[in-house]
């Protein structure tokens, strides 16, 4: 029964559908907003890259004004003061963002073996952890607020942070993974909280998929050989956790008829192959 309600809804969708989607001149603009995973860092091919993917198969016009290196601070003071990049968001029906990995990683990166080991061996005491993270939380919320003044309408995708050296055997390297860990939580429900305040924004949850691919297979060819960025294998998966949260944003707003059908069907085509 259920199977059968799902494919009458999609047959009626589908004729709502089919005269929206002739009208349709302007295509709808993804801006992705963050760090070196969302840019691309180290893929060869364009295209390969997550936000080409989501842009390609769903019809949108991509623009990426992902900053490799940047952290939620520097994400923060884009939305501020760069005029380009607000005009992208003015402008945008869905804005991606990837960002939060290299405020703890700086800190990683920054530290002697020693002190990072320090920082480790005091957990959720260390003041450092503690600053980092209240900083990660009030920019990610003043993040949030630029891109609704800028845009109140336009959907929001936040992507949760992975830990990228699960499986990594390097001395350094397993202090970074530790380090992750350590913040991996905070990060969580910091992130997901921030999403309960706006119908318009939604989690799409890296961190959970990539744990459980790696956890399943013990393989770590979601990520490159720098252990930091996600490989064109990676890059396949966040598109696909993107496009599901496109699928989640627009099946509860009719503010774009052509999208919220599509996103419609979708669901009925996944409920029929079940």
Aim: aromatic share 6%; glycine share 4%.
């Amino acid at each position: 029964m259920k199977k059968i309600l799902a494919l009458v809804m999609m047959l009626a969708i589908m004729l709502v559908q089919v005269p929206t989607a002739k009208c349709a001149t302007v295509m709808d603009k993804l801006v992705v907003l963050g760090d070196s995973i969302a840019f691309g860092y180290g893929i060869e091919k364009p295209e390969d890259v997550y936000g080409y993917i989501v842009a390609k198969e769903r019809d949108y016009e991509l623009i990426n004004d992902a900053v490799s290196g940047d952290t939620t601070s520097d994400l923060l003071a884009i939305l501020e003061k760069n005029n380009k990049v607000k005009d992208d968001v003015k402008s945008a029906e869905t804005v991606v963002i990837s960002i939060g990995g290299n405020d703890f990683l700086h800190l990683g990166y920054e530290s002697s073996f020693s002190e990072l080991s320090e920082i480790i061996s005091k957990g959720k005491d260390s003041k450092i952890i503690k600053n980092m993270v209240k900083t990660v939380e009030s920019n990610i919320r003043s993040i949030h607020q630029c891109i609704t003044e800028l845009n109140p309408n336009c959907k929001i995708i936040l992507q949760t942070v992975y830990n990228p050296f699960l499986g990594q055997t390097d001395t350094f390297t397993v202090l970074l993974m530790q380090l992750t860990e350590l913040v991996r939580q905070d990060y969580i429900d910091i992130y997901k909280a921030e999403a309960k305040t706006d119908s318009n924004m939604v989690i799409a949850d890296v961190e959970e998929k990539f744990r459980t691919y790696y956890n399943q297979t013990k393989n770590t060819s979601l990520v490159q050989n720098d252990y930091i960025h996600p490989s064109v294998k990676g890059h396949k998966l966040i598109a696909q956790m993107v496009e599901k949260s496109l699928d989640d944003v627009h099946k509860a707003s009719w503010s774009s008829l052509k999208k919220s059908a599509d996103c419609m069907i979708r669901l009925a085509e996944r409920v029929i192959a079940e």
